[in-house]
């Protein structure tokens, strides 16, 4: 993991905070990664937020992996025997570069607490997402702009891994899904009807959320073809740099939270999984994958199911009054009540 010199994190001055499948080409900026790795060229802000996984103990034959990223109020529409809070939880720094070339560059800093309080795993984590992003901005073909960029990142004296993020952004797909839905049902509680603008509305959401949809499917493109899983894809693994839906134009999603990538390049089929895969390799033996080509199949549709529950999810969210589906009551739905059959979905 990166290391720096004995650090002191400096308050922060001043900064402004900022409100709070088809094929195309993909766009990508060439440069290669450059980490910056000495603490003192950041400056750390306020709390912006924290979150965490969730571990799946009990499902009936689900395809998705054993770790995936929840939001706030998840867990309470859960049973008890469905899922449990996973140990690892991460803090979300606002900030920015202080000296060099990338001097005044907003960053997120996203920070994976150390081994006395997040264990092995933690570690084990924050390693994973840096070296996913440093061989995906290492590419020869560019850097995709349809993913977090990473600036850098140091160790502090307590342990906890701090990695630094470009600020594209602190909106996630799921924070658009939640206020237009909220939206929804506070106009429908106002008794707000005008066709006209009712209609408009919708174009305006559908632009919108295919132009989402795209961003991601571009994203998790690039990574299948460097031979990348995400493992982690969900609404709240998007994050966006507007939610405002006339900016549709000017809409970039990135993917992030890499800590679960796995590298199925073939050598590397070959040899130790890796702890924080164990559970994909286990259901790809289970599923007859057995060979290096069978199991990279298999990873990679393992990450386009995921995909397409995050589909199906904003497709329905953004669209319904708030609490009536959330991303977990969907995939039930989805693969107990209509058993994967899209035909009685759509009836």
């Given at each position: ?136 901005q290492n590419s020869s073909n560019g850097i995709c702009q349809n993913l977090a960029i990473l600036v850098g990142g140091f160790e502090t004296k307590t342990g906890e891994q701090w990695l630094a993020f470009r600020n594209h952004g602190k909106s996630s797909a799921a924070d658009y899904a939640k206020v237009m839905s909220e939206k929804v049902s506070r106009n429908r509680a106002a008794g707000v009807w005008n066709k006209f603008e009712q209609e408009e509305t919708i174009k305006r959401r559908r632009y ?140």
């Amino acid at each position: 993991m990166l290391r720096a010199p004995p650090d002191s994190l400096f308050p922060f001055r001043h900064i402004h905070k900022p409100n709070s499948l088809l094929r195309t080409r993909t766009t990508r900026i060439c440069c290669k990664a450059s980490l910056i790795t000495n603490s003192d060229s950041f400056e750390v802000g306020r709390l912006i937020g924290s979150y965490g996984f969730m571990n799946i103990t009990s499902s009936s034959g689900s395809p998705l992996g054993e770790d995936t990223e929840y939001s706030s109020g998840d867990l309470g529409r859960l049973r008890v025997q469905d899922v449990g809070e996973g140990s690892v939880k991460i803090r979300l720094y606002d900030g920015r570069v202080s000296q060099g070339p990338l001097k005044g560059t907003p960053v997120v800093f996203k920070v994976y607490p150390g081994q006395r309080a997040g264990g092995n795993e933690a570690d084990m984590m924050a390693a994973n997402e840096l070296n996913a992003h440093l061989f995906l901005q290492n590419s020869s073909n560019g850097i995709c702009q349809n993913l977090a960029i990473l600036v850098g990142g140091f160790e502090t004296k307590t342990g906890e891994q701090w990695l630094a993020f470009r600020n594209h952004g602190k909106s996630s797909a799921a924070d658009y899904a939640k206020v237009m839905s909220e939206k929804v049902s506070r106009n429908r509680a106002a008794g707000v009807w005008n066709k006209f603008e009712q209609e408009e509305t919708i174009k305006r959401r559908r632009y919108f959320v295919t132009k989402l949809l795209q961003g991601i499917m571009r994203g998790l493109a690039y990574m299948h073809d460097h031979d990348r899983l995400h493992q982690s894809l969900g609404p709240a693994s998007v994050i966006l740099n507007t939610i405002t839906e006339r900016d549709a134009a000017y809409l970039v999603p990135r993917l992030r939270d890499l800590a679960f990538s796995v590298d199925i390049g073939y050598s590397n089929l070959e040899g130790d999984p890796g702890l924080l895969s164990e559970g994909l390799w286990r259901r790809a033996s289970t599923a007859g994958a057995f060979t290096p080509m069978e199991k990279r199949a298999f990873g990679i549709s393992d990450d386009i199911y995921e995909a397409g529950l995050l589909l199906a999810y904003l497709a329905f969210v953004p669209f319904c009054e708030a609490g009536i589906m959330d991303g977990l009551s969907l995939q039930r739905l989805l693969e107990s009540t209509f058993q994967l059959d899209l035909g009685a979905t759509r009836e």
